[in-house]
Nanobody, 125 residues
Framework: QVQLVESGGGLVQAGGSLRLSCAAS????????MGWFRQAPGKEREFVAH????????YYADSVKGRFTISRDNAKNTVSLQMNSLKPEDTAAYYC??????????????????WGQGTQVTVSS
């Protein structure tokens, strides 16, 4: 089992940057594919980014491509999301999630086994 705790959210002006972190418990962190999702008020939770077990392969939603970067440190059991050029439409609660299966359906939140509690990101215009 994996427990995930996000941090790093906050209030930032449009055009600014934030770095989210997700700390994982357990000795098998490197066996999980990791993802970031977000959920704005009144909207469904949506996929943001995915990273492979080794960290070599990444995949992004079109809406964040070129602005966000996902990374992981398996030695420290952490996954991060660097968010640059933030826009008001990026405002949401951000969640990290762990996936044990081998499916390449990165955007399907139902395939993720474990979730953090979320961290709020608010981007003012």
């Amino acid at each position: 089992q994996v427990q995930l705790v996000e941090s790093g959210g906050g209030l930032v002006q449009a055009g600014g940057s934030l770095r989210l972190s997700c700390a994982a418990s357990g000795r098998t962190f490197s066996s999980y594919r990791m993802g970031w999702f977000r959920q704005a008020p009144g909207k469904e939770r949506e996929f943001v980014a995915h990273i492979s077990r080794s960290g070599i392969s990444t995949y992004y939603a079109d809406s964040v491509k070129g602005r966000f970067t996902i990374s992981r440190d398996n030695a420290k059991n952490t996954v991060s999301l660097q968010m640059n050029s933030l826009k008001p439409e990026d405002t949401a609660a951000y969640y990290c999630a762990a996936k044990s299966g081998g499916s390449n359906d990165y955007e399907n939140l139902r395939l993720y086994n474990y979730w953090g509690q979320g961290t709020q990101v608010t981007v003012s215009s």
